[in-house]
């Protein structure tokens, strides 16, 4: 069945759209990411234009985290103190991003950034988990099936303005989770994502939270950023097209609920170790076409950059 | 007096001997929520004060072109191992569809001369002034072979029906991908490749109902358009977690 978007100004295939929505919602919910690193490239490839297909994912992504978020209240794996400080964070890094993207467009070249962006950020997040994740697995092999318990003490530990995290169980300075959501908030205003897969990893190992706390925590945090994303583009760009979101939300947000509960089923280790397959699989994808020789050497773009 | 002013004012006048009688299968196309494309057949007669002329080749041309927006083609270049985009042109002004068809080869029934005049054939339809890079003309092309791979440039030679000398008929194919704006239909009667008459309406393509009133509203109220589609994405999530939550019980 197809459909006439109107902001997009292309007819698609609901069905298609409602079949991706449902594949990035599972993944989402297993993984407490966005899923728009996966997303975003994907509607490029069904021919939605760039700017509109970021702009709509932001919206998406809202509505499959605020499913996702839900499923984690109720097992009260979201810290919300936490949240709220990586949320302060992550709206100030938008604001940065946001700026420093329409610098970079001032001077050409903003493709090949973001680009770069996913290729090197996806690429050492996702060799650091997968080897972090393989030593776990062998570990707890080796030990019986017993995990053992980390607590690193690290700079982290001793900087100013301790704060209790008490769902983490934790006892941290604040500035180090601020820093987090800045970084965050401003690679995900230039890669046009929620930022989960990077804050996923940031959580677990720069900050040192427990797994099943980072997820829902990540979650609650995306939500925030991406409802502030979707209302900058809406507002100064025109390019949220709710057609093409609804589409896709429906699909999602019930992926989100089964994948939610896929991964309540499955141990941390395996967990990470299969988003950090996923996040080098995309990056892979990334890199390869940076390097072949293109089979279309030039491409076509709105007049006036 | 005045009688014989009035004749030697109609005498001075071009007689034009063949003229263009026009009729379109639609006069306006709408864009609903599952528009996949239209057809628009345009058809017409030749009418005539006298008989035919016996000399020179009837042609018939049809254009059908969409709204000039200006498009910034680039080309990509192997630096340090990765492609990267490094020469941009600027491409002035280019019809977002156009299509033109003939009752035989272009080449045939229009001269260039009246090409370069009335801009129809495609790479003349196209208006690049200005561009700083060398080979040009390559960017171009590749606009034209990006735009016709899909289906937005069409060269239909020999479709255009044309019997007795007299009726014409051809039929355009607008995509799925179209783009709102007056599209311009243009017929040229041509004599050896001599434009003798020219026909010109618009055909207005806009979208209707849901899809003009979202679009209207993410542009005129774009933090209300913002909210809802906030909202719409909160309730979806909350009612996907609620329906799970009572299945599972």
Known sequence: MQIYLPIAEVSVNAFLLLGLGGMVGILSGMFGVGGGFLMTPLLFFIGIPPAVAVATEAN????????????????????????????????????????LFNYLRSLGQVELLVQLCYVIFLGIIGALMFVESL?????????????????????????????????????????????????????????????????????????????????????????????????????????????LAVLLLVGGVIGAQIGTRIGVHMKAEQLRILLAMLVLAVCGKLAFDLLITPSELYSLGTGGH | MLRLIAFLIFAALPAQAEEIVLGLSRDEVAITANFDGSDILIFGAIKREAPAPETGDLGVIVTVAGPDHPVTVRRKDRRLGIWVNTDAVEVDAAPSFYAVA????????????????????????????????????????????????????????????????????????????????????????????????????????????????????????????????????????????????????
């Open chain 1, 135 to 243: 030593n776990a697995i062998r570990k707890s092999k080796k030990a019986g099936g017993a995990v053992p318990t980390r607590r690193r003490h690290n700079w982290v530990h001793n900087l100013p303005f301790k704060m209790k995290f008490r769902v983490s169980g934790l006892y941290i300075s604040v500035i180090p989770p601020l820093l987090v959501g800045v970084l965050v908030g401003v690679l995900a205003a230039i890669m046009g994502v929620g930022g989960g897969f990077i804050m996923v990893p940031a959580m677990i190992y720069l900050l040192g939270m427990p797994t099943k706390v980072v997820v829902g925590t990540s979650l609650f945090q995306i939500i925030f950023v991406t409802a502030f994303t979707t209302m900058l583009h809406a507002t100064t760009n025109f390019t949220v097209d709710i057609v």
């Open chain 2, 102 to 249: 003939t009752n035989g080869p272009l080449r045939e029934v229009l001269s260039d001369t009246e090409d370069l005049r009335h801009h129809i054939t495609i790479p003349r339809a196209i208006r690049s002034v200005g561009a700083e890079v060398a080979d040009s003309r390559a960017f171009t092309q590749a606009l034209i072979r990006i735009r016709a791979g899909n289906d937005l440039y069409q060269v239909l030679e020999g479709e255009v029906d044309l019997e007795e000398e007299t009726l014409f008929r051809a039929a355009v194919q607008l995509p799925a991908n179209l783009t709102e704006g007056d599209y311009a239909a243009r017929i040229f009667l041509t004599r050896n490749g001599e434009i003798v008459d020219e026909y010109v309406t618009a055909i207005p393509v806009h979208k209707v109902g849901l899809e003009r009133w979202l679009y209207n509203l993410a542009r005129n109220n774009a933090v209300v358009y913002g909210l809802m589609s906030l909202a719409i994405a909160i309730a979806a999530g909350w009612g996907a977690s609620a329906l799970f939550g009572l299945l599972r019980r």
């Open chain 1, 60 to 99: 998406q992504i809202v509505a499959s985290s605020f499913s996702g978020v839900l499923a984690h209240f109720k097992r009260r794996t979201v810290d919300l103190r936490m949240g709220t400080v990586l949320l302060v964070g992550g709206l100030v890094g938008s604001g940065l991003g946001i700026m």
